[in-house]
């Protein structure tokens, strides 16, 4: 499984649904949501800044990334940006493959 961030933007329909809801049963949604698609959520966090909310989470490929960012998005309550993230250790495992690239121009 690979690790992603996804931040979440609300709107206004779905400002009003968090009032209504409260915090903890959108947490409980969310994480509904990532382990009904094969995934495990590490943490969820609200922020007051460009983005609402920060959920970190496993999640088994790239079609079930996609499958989720359409869902949420559908609602039109919520904007989401997933971004695929690494860990410490795979980006040293990364930095020791072997690869070759020829700038532009070269």
Known sequence: MAKFLLKSTYTVEGLKGLVKDGGTKRAEVVRKMIEEAGGRMESLHFAFAEDDTYV???????????????????????????????????????????????????
């Open 56 to 106: 970190v989470c496993d999640l088994p490929d790239q079609k079930t990334v996609a499958a989720l960012a359409v869902a949420i998005g559908a609602t039109g309550s919520v904007r989401v940006q997933i971004t695929p993230v690494l860990t410490p250790a795979e980006v040293d495992e990364a930095t020791r493959m072997e690869t070759t690239f020829t700038p532009p121009g070269q």
